[in-house]
């Protein structure tokens, strides 16, 4: 062996150490162009990739070894000395006859040939088994290793070696030629396999998480889903009512959708308030009041559940990690403020904001920790994004309209940018991208221009429907509501019984959205994975959404709600400024979220350093402390009293009718009952109440008389209906003592209720 070759690294050729695995020999780098040859027997470096440089491992697998060069061993050669000579004989003249250029028997390359006897030193990382070499202290790589007649100079090549035990059978020298084929799946194991993946899909599970965690934070909604409601049986059952309009108006006359059954004999009368057209595919199932009840009670379970999902999306597709989206979709679902809206459907279904914008952005490529990046553009998801949108906005324009305005901003923004960058960089939102928004922001605005033209129509003949800045003053919070929780809330609600009673009108201005949301966003403002200035952004936010949401109680709102109630259209149509909290729980959301997120990659740094390297349970534990802190405060103590039933004469009774005693509250409840025939009646709640429809209740005041039958038979009414137990305290007490002689009216008494027929 000469010196050059031996002591490449500084070391004898006898150094017993072994090299490190999966390395060159004593951390050296390997000669490049060192190999001549191909190595005799099952190394898949060899099979026909002469010069290359060898991987250990692979090379070891291939051939069936355990990792463990046996090759240079003298021990082991003079223990298998016999079988080593047949077998490498065998191979070598195999490796001639298939042609693959075996050389002499003392041939190597960059390595010193042996030529004493007990000790075969090689000065190179052995390509067949490098990382298990008993003596190895070089770079160099043997090619041909055919033994050379002497059982001290044994160099065996890997197809020699054993699965480490003496006397095992060689490994298959035709493995060397290339892996076994991949299986070919029959279409069921195909389908069984993507089932599979899809089961355990980040987004699967979100999905399963979210509905599962809304059935136990809305419990015990589901508890009696026929026969109770949230929170109480006024604003739901005219909820119920709207979605079982609207899916039997599209199953019967589309064309008469926007003139219900109600507030006979008014026309646009489904506009007098949010409709809920968006739920009208889950109106098409089921008839009747106690479908309605089951409806209304599923949707508003899955509302939840979509408020969840869709802020986590929104936070993961912004940089969050799964705990801190976790965090952001609980805290955006479950504010304790949303507790006093659980009687409005169309406050609560407000998860298709964060989910559309989460698409939105997937869709452009955009991401708030990582900015733009433009290889994960998506024309497909921007126009999703712009769809759910569009469906957000059917919802109703109570949440929707600042959601509309908001995307015209991110329109109005995107297009600057584009004139800017468009001689820089050529189509910089690109040509499909920029269809995609072009075709989806048509549909969105289609769709917000044509909902809104029954609610423009129905402004225009009811000028009382219109709000007024002294209306919008009765409903502004002031600064404390900010901090005050509603009374359904478990954690809070008996502890500010104080301060809500300071609030002039409670269910409209207790906007806590948690104290411990506050916490973990103050401190997103210093310990986050956003950026400083995004979060600067974010705090701007809040703090502009929460300056709205008081309405006129911040400097009189001459600089926020004000303008925005003067100059922007339909703005005048919103009653209550403290659901603009809404945005800023979620933004507050995104910081916390933005925390959490720093705080479990901290977590897992330490991990990290621990020996091995899991955290234990008490890191797992308190990685999940956030999320339990914003639950805790989202559970609810909310009524779920039980609906009032339905009338027998109910089923019955012909229209146009009108049903005694009438007011906002007690019309709700009826307009419940009549989702089984849908029969025209005067009776409807809505935000306002029609002229024609006070003038109605005034003029029946001293029903059964002539000027009432004749007033009623005016307008077209041909029954009457007196429910019998809801007289008491009402203006139309003691009628059923009037007598109906030489009115023309017929008497009827149907159950509990007594049926006029006009």
Known sequence: MTTEQSGATGRSGTDPRPAPEGSPADGAEPAPGRSTGEVEGGTSAAAGTSGSRADSDESADAAGGDGTDKAGDGGQSRRRSGRSRRDGRRKTADAGKNGRGATRPDQTTGTDQTGAAGSAQTTGTDQTGGAGSDQTTGTSKTTDTAPTGSAGTDKTSNTDQTTGTDGAEPADPWTAFGPAPEPVLGRARRTVRAVGRFLVHEWTLAAVAALALAAAMTWPTLRYPRYTLPQDHWDPSLQAWQMAWSGHILRTDPAMLWYSNTFFPENWSFAFSDTLLGYAPAGLIGVGPEHAVLRYNIMFVLAHALAAFGAYALARQLGAGRIGGAVAGASFAYAPWLLAQAGHLHIISNGGIPLALAMLARGHGWSLRYGYRPRRRHAGWALAGWLVAAWQLSLGFGIGLPFAYLLAGVVLVSAVLWFVRRRRVKRPFGRRLFLADLFGGLVFAAVGGLLAIPFFKVAELH??????????????????????????????????????????????????????????????????????????????????TTALAMGTRFLDGRFTYVPLFDYLPGWNGLRTPGRMMLWATLLLGLLAAGAVTAFCARVRELAAERVPP????????????????????????????????????????????????????????????????????VNGGSGFTPASQARTREATVSFPDYASVDYLRQIGVRNVVVLRDQLGGTPWEGMLDRPVEGLGVTREQVGDAVVYRL
């Open 614 to 681: 899991w955290p234990g349970p008490w890191l797992r534990l308190a990685t999940l402390l956030p999320l339990a802190l914003v639950l805790a405060e989202g559970l609810n103590v909310t009524p779920h009293p039980v609906v009032p039933q339905q009338p027998a004469v109910m089923r019955t009774v012909d229209g146009p009718l009108l049903v005694l005693p009438s007011s906002q509250n007690l019309d709700q409840p009826v307009m419940l009952w009549s989702t089984d025939r849908f029969p025209q009646m």
């Open 463 to 544: 000028p009382n429907a219109a709000r007024t800045l002294a209306e919008i003053q009765l409903y502004s919070p002031p600064a404390s509501g900010l901090f005050t929780a509603p009374g359904e809330s478990r954690v809070w609600g008996e502890l500010h019984e104080g301060a809500r009673a300071a609030l002039p009108w409670p269910p409209e201005m207790t906007l806590l959205p948690g104290f411990a949301l506050y916490a973990l966003a103050a401190g997103g403002l210093f310990f986050s994975v956003w950026r400083v200035r995004h979060r600067l952004f974010l705090l701007a936010g809040v703090l502009m």
